[in-house]
């Protein structure tokens, strides 16, 4: 199984950048997920990190340690759209496709 | 394309009812899995169907089923309901089992009171 932790909470300014950690620990990994999910709505997917480095796609970038366990969403030029939470994810070699959910990172743009 | 849709979107029930949520994936997805989240948990796996076959079950009880069709729509039941059912069940689909991206649903809201 896994471990994963990310902050509960985290507050910024419009138009700065925020960088969302994740850790984990897992026995085999093979991949990790981030997911951005504002109230009410469904999960939305946001990148895939299977090898280490970064993800660039648009104003989001994904970076993936995997000698570390960790993994940061960075957001750029923030905006109040990007208040939601956002959920880090960990598949391993376990013989299940299916990854495990941290609980998430409530992030809040104010003005 | 439509997106994956989940019925009924919010539910209220009593303890001690059963109830069925269903989840239709996006056309041409054969993997469905079923999460819930609640705010003290976050967002936990139930099970995942691919070909009408569970192929992945997490750690819940017996009290919570699955089963998917030959049209790759899945249902979920609950019996016995207990008040700490109450949650957000999502329902996520992928096209292949390797579950590089899911989609998901909006959700069904359950209340059990």
């Known amino acids: 199984g896994q471990n994963i932790d990310q902050p509960t909470e985290m507050t910024a300014t419009e138009g700065a950048i925020v960088q969302i950690n994740c850790t984990y620990q897992?026995?085999?990994?093979?991949?990790l997920f981030w997911y951005q999910q504002h109230a009410g709505e469904a999960p939305t997917f946001l990148s895939y990190n299977v090898l280490d480095g970064l993800e660039e796609k648009g104003r989001f970038s994904s970076f993936l340690s995997r000698s570390k366990g960790y993994s940061y969403l960075l957001l750029k030029e923030l905006q109040m759209k990007d208040s939601a939470s956002y959920l880090c994810a960990v598949r391993d070699h376990g013989g299940s496709y299916i990854p495990t959910f941290g609980r998430g990172t409530s992030l809040i743009v104010h003005p | 394309k439509a997106g994956v849709t989940q019925t009924p979107r919010y539910l209220i029930k009593t303890r001690g009812q059963q109830v069925t949520l269903s989840c239709s994936p996006i056309?041409?997805?054969?993997?469905v899995s079923w999460y819930q989240q609640t705010p003290g948990q976050g967002l936990q796996f139930l099970f995942e169907?691919?070909?009408?076959?569970?192929?992945n079950k997490g750690n819940f009880p017996g009290r919570f089923s699955g089963r998917q069709f030959s049209n790759s729509r899945s249902e979920m039941n609950v019996s016995t309901l207990e008040l700490g059912d109450s949650a957000l069940y999502l329902c996520?689909?992928?096209?292949?089992?390797?579950?590089?991206?899911?989609?998901f649903g909006q959700g069904t809201r359950l209340t059990v009171v």
């Open positions: 996520a689909s992928s096209p292949e089992g390797g579950y590089t991206e899911a989609f």
């Open positions: 169907y691919f070909s009408e076959t569970q192929r």
């Open positions: 056309s041409g997805h054969r993997s």
């Open positions: 897992t026995s085999g990994f093979n991949g």
